[in-house]
């Protein structure tokens, strides 16, 4: 792709909707030339550069449930898709019942983007860099989609198909993002190594949560979530069972992490090298689940 110098917004006409059946009708009548949006950080940005040039922009903030933040003590925690990032960050029930959300979000540039960018754009653009995917991943989230025919639930463990490419099909919207209850006692933590602090994509994420389970002999279970070294941000599956049947000691961390290691993809690109990315994903791995037990150990 050749490099644009004098980046500009393409023409695009603008729709706002009143309700989800009609945006949609027109998205489903529109399936090559119609985009729905929230923030715009990821869709403004792809079409001044020229990467796509939808003719209409379906804006669909202000639909039904779309601003909805609820947490119900029996349910979980319910965000709605125009919510934005700072909202997510000032919520006290998000900081007091998942706090691994607020990190995440924390880590997405800065205060001025997140007034805009929210978590179901983060997902719908499908980046296995999307900053906020795998604290919804190791969280349990599952989307609210409203499609043309009905609606439903999907989990988000089994929504991403490849970089940009996603379940979704046309007419899709997706209204909300639910999450059950965390699972009690647990800690997480999200480690993002980027070229600087603010304001870049990552190099390598990890997300750890860690909980409490009696149902396994290390007394503990684990997930564990990458971004950006996979077509897809990626849970890692097999770090539950190898964590799950031993006492948890450094060693077994570290035996933990080189798995983790292993189950990544990664490519070279700008920001990085493909060995520099696997090292990276060791390295953080180990640091992220010696954190998550540290804090584990010292809560109980
Ligand atoms: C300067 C800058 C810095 C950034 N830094 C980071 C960073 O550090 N980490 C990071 O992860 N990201 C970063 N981003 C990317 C971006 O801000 C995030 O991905 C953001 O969360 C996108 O949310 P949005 O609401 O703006 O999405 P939008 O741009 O509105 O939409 C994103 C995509 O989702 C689709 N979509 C939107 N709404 C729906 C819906 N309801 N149903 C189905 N599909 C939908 C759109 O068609 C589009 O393809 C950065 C962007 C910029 C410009």
Request: with cysteine; aromatic share 6%.
């Amino acid at each position: 792709m050749s490099l644009n110098t004098h980046p500009s917004l393409p023409e695009f006409e603008y729709y706002r909707p009143e309700t989800l059946i009609e945006a949609s009708e027109f998205l489903v009548h529109h399936p090559a030339e119609a985009r729905p949006f929230l923030g715009g950080t990821d869709i403004f940005v792809r079409m001044r550069d020229g990467m796509i040039t939808p003719q209409f922009l379906v804006d669909v903030k202000n639909l039904d449930g779309m601003n909805t933040l609820r947490f119900d003590p029996q349910a979980g925690l319910t965000i709605g898709a125009a919510v934005n990032m700072n909202r997510v960050i000032a919520s006290p029930e998000v900081q007091a019942h998942y706090p691994l959300l607020v990190e995440a979000c924390q880590s997405v540039a800065s205060y001025q983007l997140r007034t805009r960018a929210t978590i179901v754009g983060n997902i719908c653009n499908a980046s296995p860099a999307g900053d906020t995917i795998g604290a919804c991943l190791v969280l349990g989230g599952i989307l609210n989609i409203h499609g043309i025919i009905n609606s439903c639930q999907v989990p988000l463990a089994t929504f991403f198909l490849g970089p940009g490419k996603t379940t979704l099909m046309p007419g899709d919207i997706v209204t909300a993002i639910h999450f059950p209850l965390p699972p009690q006692g647990c800690q997480g933590t999200y480690l993002k190594l980027g070229r600087n602090r603010l304001s870049d994509l990552s190099i390598v994420g990890v997300t750890v949560l860690g909980y409490p389970d009696t149902a396994l002999s290390s007394g503990y279970r684990f997930r564990l979530a990458l971004a950006s070294v996979a077509p897809v941000p990626l849970l890692v599956t097999g770090l539950e069972t190898s964590l799950a049947d031993q006492a948890i000691t450094p060693e077994v961390l570290r035996e933990a992490a080189h798995l983790t290691a292993e189950a990544c993809s990664p490519i070279d690109d700008v920001r990085g090298s493909a060995r520099y990315r696997r090292q990276m994903v060791r390295n953080l791995s180990v640091r992220a689940l010696s954190e998550v037990w540290e804090k584990l150990s010292s809560s109980n």
